[in-house]
């Protein structure tokens, strides 16, 4: 079994936190500028660290209803699955995982971490905690 990488979709920014090889922990890794470059990046983050699954957080309202986030993200996901359609990343699944409160956890963990304010400004901190929350909530749903 491979690692497994979680994105964490922003318009702006994504973020990236990928497991340890027990797959048992996620590490927040880093936050992309969301272009035109932003799927290449994945897939060379993809093959450099032998990732077997994609995470990608799936934003819903607290009733479980669509929002204007999720089609974006649904958007992104067929991008996804086209840039990983060839026989390199053909192994490579992709999986929605709800990720609803993810920001606001990672929000919460910076400031009970003692992370300075200055820090806690960028918001690629909190992209990147996102994921990592997003992945580890994840890994800890397949240990039960």
Known sequence: MGKILAIDYGSVRIGIAVSGGSGSIAFGKQALSNDNKAIGKIKK??????????????????????????????????KLKSGFSSDDFKHVIITRWDERFTSKM?????????MKKKKRRDK??????????????????KRK
């Open 45 to 78: 983050l993809v093959s450099g660290e032998g990732i077997s699954q994609i995470i990608l957080g799936y934003p819903l309202n607290l009733k479980g209803e669509k929002t204007h986030q999720t089609l974006e993200v649904e958007s992104f996901e067929e």
């Open 106 to 114: 990672a929000a919460d963990s910076m400031i009970e971490s003692g």
């Open 124 to 141: 690629s901190n909190i992209d990147i905690i996102s994921a990592a929350i997003l992945l580890q909530s994840y890994l800890d749903s």
